[in-house]
């Protein structure tokens, strides 16, 4: 580990600015951020040097210290006022912790020239502080000016989607398009807007029109295949996903193959793509899972069965008063409408990391929650360095990929979906709606292990979890989940990953 052998050179007196920054730098890059901040600290005190009070606001975002970090993130500016990166970073953090952001991103894109990264921060710290039209407003302008800014089309078609109008989220793009008809990527950047969204119908009909448009066939090849494999036209997925490389799509594939039960190709594009490691492999373990129990074979066993996967916490006595998480919470919720890309049906999702910021409330939320998660890493069965859940190293801290907080109104659920990004997911129920008469006795319960119903597959739940005021359930990140419709009333949870230890 090159981390090591630098914090070798620095205990033995390389200490100049760029080699406690390098020893951040790696830090960072092998979760080693614990060992080296009280160094990176040190230094930056002696030196006064804004660098590395950079670097040491960064190792403590990458702990989710966000309170030091923008500490850290002020020292630096007052030193070096002028350095657009740092500025930047400030904007950033102070974001993150949920603090009122604009004016710093604003500062930061003063600085320097336009910079797209910032550009966004920006538009996300607008709408986080009830100004989403003027965010709205900025990126349209900017993106009349630039229309090959792909980020920045993604951005905005996300923000209206949340604004509640998921009908002008293509908007930007169509405008680009009418100006450069032939551009691929901007097409390539529509079609995956669509297909993240499972906008299927919409993926076909802009595949068709790409090609009138003069883009070649073969240039949006793989978005045709994955349309017609997800609308049901079989002949024609087989013909495309034919004419493609074997590596293009591999998950996509697979999809096709289960949902026409040719479960021998699916089992040797899976087996493949377990062979191949990497992102292959972390994609496919879902649909492994679900092949493995169609056709009887003991690596299902092998990967969900053991009852110490999914687990229950009563966090009830280590949480806040439940009333003021709720109502906590509640404020958070600003959207109008939903991700174009996320799971949530009939409700809204909190907007940026919910376990950084840096009010009591949601740190005392993030302690409990990272006691339990420890519990749960440390009652895991044995390890196992074939299984994506067992093999990962257990003597690390706890991160989070992602966490946030779902409102869910009468009626409303999340499709049935898995995180690829993730080790370890997760619901806490925080409040539940009342019972009604006419409810099916699982209403609102938690299915694990259930397909979507857009794969055709007769796969029953593995567990079902009955939802309870406090109550906290941990699984796999590649377990298939999903909830039960409710009747009417709230429905409101926290959710994270935890993400793969380094």
Request: glycine content about 10%.
């Amino acid at each position: 580990m090159r981390f090591a052998g630098q914090l070798a050179a620095v205990h033995g007196g390389r200490t100049g600015i760029d080699d406690v920054g390098e020893l951040a730098n790696l830090a960072l890059d092998e979760g080693e951020e614990e060992a080296a901040l009280p160094l990176v600290a040190a230094a930056a005190g002696r030196s006064g040097a804004a660098r590395l009070w950079q670097w040491a606001g960064l190792l403590h975002r990458a702990l989710d210290d966000h309170a030091a970090a923008l500490a850290a993130f002020d020292q630096a500016a007052r030193l070096a006022p002028g350095d657009a990166g740092i500025a930047h970073g400030r904007a950033r953090v102070a974001y993150e912790a949920g603090l009122d952001a604009v004016a710093l991103f604003e500062a930061a894109a003063r600085i320097g020239p336009p910079n797209g990264d910032i550009l966004i921060g920006l538009a996300a710290a607008r709408w986080s502080a009830g100004r989403g039209e003027e965010a709205e407003a900025a990126l349209d302008a900017i993106l009349a000016e630039v229309p090959l800014w792909l980020p920045g089309h993604v951005q905005l078609a996300q923000l209206r989607a949340l604004m509640g109008r998921p009908e002008a989220a293509a908007a930007s793009f169509e405008r680009a398009l009418a100006r450069d008809p032939v551009s691929l990527p901007l097409w390539r950047a529509l079609l995956d807007l669509h297909l993240r969204g499972e906008d299927h119908v919409a993926l076909a009909e802009g595949v068709g029109r790409a090609e009138a448009a003069g883009i070649p066939s073969a240039e949006v090849a793989d978005f045709a295949a994955i349309a017609a494999a997800e609308l049901g036209q079989v002949d024609r997925a087989d013909r495309l996903f034919g004419a493609l490389p074997g590596e293009v799509a591999p998950v996509w594939r697979v999809r096709h193959l289960l949902r026409t039960r040719r479960f021998a190709e699916a089992a040797a594009s899976i087996d493949a793509a377990i062979a191949a490691g990497g992102d292959r492999r972390a994609a496919v373990w879902p649909y492994a899972e679900l092949l493995w129990r169609l056709t009887g074979d003991p690596r299902s066993g092998w990967l969900s069965g053991d009852a110490g996967l999914v687990r229950s916490f009563d966090l009830r006595g280590r949480l806040p008063p439940l009333d003021d998480l709720a109502a906590h919470l509640r404020s958070l919720h600003v959207a109008r409408g939903e991700y174009l890309d996320q799971s949530v049906r009939g409700g809204t999702q909190t907007d940026g990391p919910l376990f950084s910021r840096i009010d009591p409330v949601i740190r005392a939320l993030r302690a409990a929650i990272v006691g339990a998660v420890e519990t749960y890493v440390a009652g895991l069965p044995p390890a196992d360095r074939g299984h994506p859940l067992l093999a990962p190293r257990r003597d690390r801290r706890t991160r989070f990929a992602g966490s946030w907080s779902v409102r869910l109104r009468g009626g409303g659920y999340h499709a049935h979906h898995f995180h690829p990004q993730g080790w370890i997911s997760s619901a806490l129920y925080v409040a539940l709606p009342g019972r009604e008469a006419g409810d099916a006795p699982e209403a609102g319960w938690l299915s694990l292990g259930e397909p979507q119903a857009a794969l055709g597959l007769d796969l029953p739940p593995t567990a079902l979890v009955e939802p309870a005021p406090g109550r906290l359930v941990l699984f796999p990140s590649w377990m298939w989940h999903g909830t039960r419709p409710f009747g009417a009333g709230e429905r409101l949870t926290v959710a994270f990953d935890v993400a793969p230890p380094r």
